[in-house]
Antibody
Framework: EVQLLESGGDLVQPGGSLRLSCAAS????????MSWVRQAPGKGLEWVSA????????YYADSVKGRFTISRDDSKNTLYLQLNSLRAEDTAVYYC???????????????????WGQGTLVTVSS | DIQMTQSPSSLSASVGDRVTITCRAS??????LAWYQQKPGKVPNLLIY???TLQSGVPSRFSGSGSGTDFTLTISSLQPEDVATYYC?????????FGQGTKVEIK
């Protein structure tokens, strides 16, 4: 059974930093791309970042580019998101996700989240 | 960046009704579109990817269609457990933007 367990969410002041972790189990972690999606209180989903299965490809939303860094440690089956220069608008529940791998026409894609963690709350406030 | 617009923002329908939600992309995205369901207080759940491919385990009353800029999610016979907010997401290239969501309630 696929399990994703986020941790690291906290109350932090504007301009502060935080590192989120996502411990994965139940699948071969090193074979799958992973992502982070966030949801501000009472709002919709916002895609934040993704990383390829090899770690060589990383992708970011414009709203976090240059401030957040995604990484992975396959020896620990863990995904990370480093959050720097935090702003009030970064307040949200952050979900870790496993990306579905599907292939067609000789090309494979890993961009759709098929399993989600329960989320960790980041609150940015003074 | 490509914007994703869902309509309606909310709807109320009776059990057994056919429900259709629309998602429009500001530019063509081929069929790189997914649909998610988020029940109140729960994490999102993947329903459909590649515009029309039903994710394993999802009831067959859910279906998706469309290509290019216009997409639809259809619930053929609305059930009480379908009360949720539904999101589309485009993923032809990054950013993999979500629509703003459509809230579905039972009348």
């Amino acid at each position: 059974e696929v399990q994703l367990l986020e941790s690291g969410g906290d109350l932090v002041q504007p301009g502060g930093s935080l590192r989120l972790s996502c411990a994965a189990s139940g699948f071969i972690f090193s074979s799958y791309a992973m992502s982070w999606v966030r949801q501000a209180p009472g709002k919709g989903l916002e895609w934040v970042s993704a990383i390829s299965n090899t770690g060589e490809g990383t992708y970011y939303a414009d709203s976090v580019k240059g401030r957040f860094t995604i990484s992975r440690d396959d020896s620990k089956n863990t995904l990370y998101l480093q959050l720097n220069s935090l702003r009030a608008e970064d307040t949200a529940v952050y979900y870790c996700g496993k990306l579905l791998r599907y292939c067609r026409g000789g090309t494979c894609y890993s961009r759709v989240t098929d399993f989600w963690g329960q989320g960790t709350l980041v609150t940015v406030s003074s | 960046d490509i914007q994703m617009t869902q309509s309606p923002s909310s709807l109320s329908a009776s059990v057994g009704d056919r429900v259709t939600i629309t998602c429009r992309a500001s530019q063509g995205i081929s069929d790189y579109l997914a649909w998610y369901q988020q029940k109140p207080g729960k994490v999102p759940n993947l329903l459909i990817y590649a515009a029309s491919t039903l994710q394993s385990g999802v009831p067959s009353r859910f279906s998706g269609s469309g290509s290019g800029t216009d997409f639809t999610l259809t619930i053929s016979s609305l059930q009480p457990e379908d009360v949720a907010t539904y999101y589309c997401q485009k993923y032809n290239n990054d950013p993999w933007t979500f629509g703003q969501g459509t809230k579905v309630e039972i009348k």
